[in-house]
Nanobody, 124 residues
Framework: QVQLVESGGGLVQAGGSLRLSCAASGRTSSTNFMGWFRQAPGKERDIVAAISWSGGSTYYVDSVKGRFTISRDSAKNTVYLQMNGLKPEDTAVYYC?????????????????WGKGTLVTVSS
């Protein structure tokens, strides 16, 4: 089992910044990457960014490229999502997730473990 706990959400004005953290515990050695997803009200949960624990590979959805940066501290088993230039359309509950199966995944069904989420609200 892997436990994930997100933190860092909050209310910010458009153009502002937030840094989300996801602390992983348990059998983290069984995972090889971490992903951040988000779900806006009335919408599906979609991937935002992902990173390998080695840090050698990252993925960003087009809508956040150049504004968000994913990073990890392997010693702390923690993954971060630095969000700059926030827009009202970034408002959502942000979840971190991982999988214990080989390979990567960008879909909700590809992930095995989820945190409870942290709310990000961007006001215009």
């Amino acid at each position: 089992q892997v436990q994930l706990v997100e933190s860092g959400g909050g209310l910010v004005q458009a153009g502002g910044s937030l840094r989300l953290s996801c602390a992983a515990s348990g059998r983290t050695s069984s995972t090889n990457f971490m992903g951040w997803f988000r779900q806006a009200p009335g919408k599906e949960r979609d991937i935002v960014a992902a990173i390998s624990w080695s840090g050698g590979s990252t993925y960003y959805v087009d809508s956040v490229k150049g504004r968000f940066t994913i990073s990890r501290d392997s010693a702390k088993n923690t993954v971060y999502l630095q969000m700059n230039g926030l827009k009202p359309e970034d408002t959502a509950v942000y979840y971190c997730a991982t999988r214990s199966r080989p390979g990567w995944g960008h879909r909700v069904d590809d992930m095995d473990y989820w945190g409870k989420g942290t709310l990000v609200t961007v006001s215009s």
